[in-house]
């Protein structure tokens, strides 16, 4: 009985010794790390208050359909971003048709309707603060913004040039 109270005596106290001294080494090779401040928008980019706009050159050939970008800046800062689309042939916009079900994505296998994807395409530009911090991939889509898989190649050329006189 002595000798299994010695043994439990031992391994309780090598336990002890273990368990404190893995945790005194991980307090000591804990990556060091400083904190820093991050940069403010004003920092990134400062743009001058005002409604920016720009538009396609041309309307595209298959559609018919011609990219348009609205941007209001108010205190240095990207405060509401419109992105639509003009017709050749005149009438609604892509967004108003989208809305109101004329222009339906979902029936031809869309994820979702366009007006909505813009709308996420318009909040990560408002997020972002800069079209170029939006990533796309070859094909002019992005990865960057959950639920969009249209074309964005535009919205983001179309954005950066309304931005430019905002300079």
Known sequence: MKKLSLILAVTMAFGLLVGCGAKEE???????????TPATTEQQTAYKDGSYRAEGKEFDAK?????????????GK????????VHKD???????????????MVKGGGSSHWHEQAASMEKALIEKQ???????????????VTGVSIHVSEFVQLAQEALASAK
């Not at 359909?65 to 205190?75: N, R």
């Not at 800069?130 to 960057?144: F, R, S």
């Open 26 to 36: 991980a307090k000591d090779t804990a990556p060091k790390t400083e904190t820093t």
């Open 63 to 75: 559609s018919g359909w011609k990219g348009t970008v609205e941007v209001t800046v108010k205190d």
């Open 78 to 85: 990207i405060a509401t971003v419109n992105w639509d689309a």
């Open 90 to 104: 005149g009438g609604d916009t892509k967004k108003v048709q989208s809305q109101d079900g004329r222009y339906d």
């Open 130 to 144: 800069d079209p170029a911090a939006i990533v796309l991939k070859e094909d002019g889509k992005t990865d960057a």
